[in-house]
């Protein structure tokens, strides 16, 4: 494809991203309400680190492509001052390996419009984590490898990113190009997203390989093995089985909730599909897309439906900022809130707490105490 077609199938997902992510007017919030009426969750946001499983604070993964001035990323440094006046500890800021390809199908979806160039993943990897050093280089993101340095970073008052890569099309089948990514900050990986891919079957594509594939299959025990999350958004649930017979550690479902009943979406989870991450001790982040959620109080109710399935243990908070479908949380802000209304709801403020960060912390701590098995985890 040309450098101008493919600008253009650029720009036609930011397009798609956009347009998701600008359905910015919630409601039940209004950001004029005074700091108090949402007390009882910014309490618990002091008390307990508050962190977002999946995110793409100011679409990083757009930044230094050809886009209209008003689709283009870098206004990261906004979300994290975002994330400092909503009390969120952490978040995951995940590049987009696939983006390159992508595009708006005809059905409105997004999907793969093209193959890859030669090289071409791996160079646009590399573009879009030079953006992540290069936020590092200016102060805008203090990055965290640990749940030790979250919870440090969180007592001081800072927020922190924790770097995270959404699709594994930048490996191929170097995988010392994951130990490289390692070293740089990676802590979590999803393995599939909307590209076809060569290490397993996703949600929303033909079926190929009944699971993993192959290269997937030796792709699990080297993510363990460096200590990276393993997470099975987008996966089918095929895949979702073969990575938890495989991995050492717990896996992340990051961004996702259950089907609503008559209501199934390809996106959307059974409970069997959810119950496979919980059944070996792994964590889902409750979504909230506009699929199926049409305010807050809908996105709570997901929240609360995922609890009551698989546990509050296995529930944790993945918000999709900024490139989510129609979301009904849209800015870091809104957590005290989410906070406020988890309590109402009737949880208890350490249940909550567990959703809103403590179940990410427990999960990470355990891939990495697997990955170094001889050396005490730090839990300062």
Do not use: K
Not at 229 to 253: G, M, N
Not at 309 to 326: E, K, S
Not at 332 to 343: D, G, K, N
Request: net charge neutral.
């Amino acid at each position: 494809m040309s450098a101008a077609n493919a600008a253009c199938s650029r720009r036609a997902l930011l397009v798609a991203a956009s347009a998701a992510a600008a359905a910015c007017c919630v409601p039940g919030w209004d950001p004029a309400q005074p700091p108090e009426t949402f007390e009882a969750g910014r309490r618990l946001l002091a008390l307990h680190p508050a962190i977002d499983l999946h995110a793409h604070p100011g679409r990083s993964f757009s930044a230094a492509v050809p886009a209209p001035p008003e689709l283009a990323g870098g206004f990261e440094a906004r979300r994290v001052r975002d994330m400092q006046l909503g009390g969120v500890a952490a978040s995951l800021f995940a590049s987009v390996s696939d983006f390159a390809v992508l595009g708006p199908r005809t059905d409105g979806s997004i999907g793969q419009r093209r193959t890859f160039d030669s090289g071409e993943a791996y160079r646009d990897h590399q573009r879009q984590w030079a953006r992540f050093a290069q936020l590092q280089a200016q102060g805008v993101l203090t990055l965290a490898r640990s749940a030790a340095e979250i919870r440090r970073a969180h007592r001081a008052g800072q927020a922190v990113v924790l770097l995270s890569a959404e699709g594994a099309a930048f490996v191929g089948e170097d995988f010392e190009r994951l130990a490289s990514a390692q070293a740089d900050g990676l802590r979590s990986l999803t393995l599939v997203h909307y590209r076809r891919s060569e290490y397993g079957d996703t949600q929303t594509g033909p079926v190929e390989h009944g699971g993993l594939s192959a290269l997937g299959r030796a792709l699990v025990p080297q993510l363990n093995q460096l200590g990276v999350l393993i997470d099975v958004a987008h996966a089918s649930q095929a895949t979702v089985r073969d990575v938890v017979e495989r991995s050492v550690a717990p896996v992340v479902l990051s961004h996702s909730h259950l089907a609503a009943p008559g209501e199934a979406h390809p996106r959307l989870l059974t409970p069997a599909h959810a119950q496979l991450v919980a059944s070996a001790g792994g964590l889902i982040g409750a979504w909230p897309s506009g699929f199926v959620n049409r305010n807050l109080d809908d996105y709570v109710t997901q929240i609360l439906r995922l609890v009551d399935l698989v546990g509050v243990a296995h529930v944790g908070i993945g918000t999709d900022l900024d490139a989510n479908f129609r979301p009904v949380l849209t800015d870091y802000a809104q957590f005290p809130e989410l906070a406020t209304r988890l309590l109402e709801r009737g949880l208890a403020p350490r249940e909550a707490a567990q959703i809103l960060g403590g179940n990410f912390l427990r999960v990470l701590s355990t891939a990495q105490r697997a990955a170094h098995p001889d050396h005490r985890s730090e839990e300062g």
